[in-house]
């Protein structure tokens, strides 16, 4: 029988050296700061993490974790539209040098994208390469007759998570405080 690490927040084994999604825990906000410090080429990122967590906007974030190390996390905070309607945005994204290229940031987008689904969001945004991205179904937002306050283009691209939910023609998507504060 293989080694077991751990228990799964389903309750599945995972095995030694097996990347685990999870939701963060408080023990590992420091962690997650130096990912994401280690990851981009200022610490905008980290601090804008941190601000979102101190806000409560922080809806969802996970973290990966190999061997007992937090090496990727991933964040989703609201974004709304002017009709109200609220979504959900995928930023950031950071997965340590070390452990790139071996699916982990799929892996925590693609569960990220379904713990923001299981807690009701309809709609997601992000805005990064298209390419990237369209593997998880995200089209360029103008489709749908959204817009970001970045000037994307089709970097900023949407995603319908419950049928009929994604605002149609639903104008500037804003997303939290946190990131202006940030610019």
């Known amino acids: 029988m293989p080694?077991?690490?751990?228990r799964h927040a389903l309750g599945q084994p995972v095995l030694?050296?097996?990347?685990?999604p999870r939701r963060e825990l408080s023990c590992d906000v420091t962690a997650i700061h130096a990912v994401h410090v280690a990851c981009f080429p200022a610490d905008a990122e980290a601090r804008l993490?941190?601000?979102?967590?101190?806000?409560?906007?922080?809806?969802?974030s996970l973290v990966a974790e190999?061997?007992?190390?937090?090496v990727g996390h991933v964040a989703f905070s609201p974004v709304t539209v002017a009709s109200g309607a609220t979504g959900i945005g995928l930023a950031p994204v950071a997965v340590l040098e070390a452990h790139q290229r071996q699916g982990?940031?799929?892996?925590?987008?693609?569960?990220?994208?379904?713990a923001c689904r299981e807690a009701g969001f309809g709609w997601a945004v992000v805005l990064g390469d298209p390419a990237y991205y369209a593997r998880f179904g995200f089209r360029p937002a103008s489709e749908f007759g959204l817009s970001d306050e970045y000037g994307g283009g089709d970097a900023?691209?949407?995603i319908e998570l419950i049928d009929?939910?994604?605002?149609?023609?639903?104008?500037?998507?804003?997303?939290?405080?946190e990131f202006a504060e940030l610019e």
């Open 164 to 177: 009929g939910q994604l605002p149609m023609n639903g104008g500037l998507v804003q997303y939290a405080p």
């Open 156 to 158: 900023f691209q949407a």
């Open 3 to 6: 080694p077991v690490a751990s």
């Open 66 to 70: 190999v061997d007992g190390e937090i």
């Open 16 to 20: 030694r050296g097996a990347m685990t």
């Open 49 to 60: 993490v941190d601000c979102l967590r101190e806000a409560r906007r922080l809806t969802v």
């Open 104 to 114: 982990i940031a799929a892996r925590l987008i693609e569960a990220g994208l379904q």
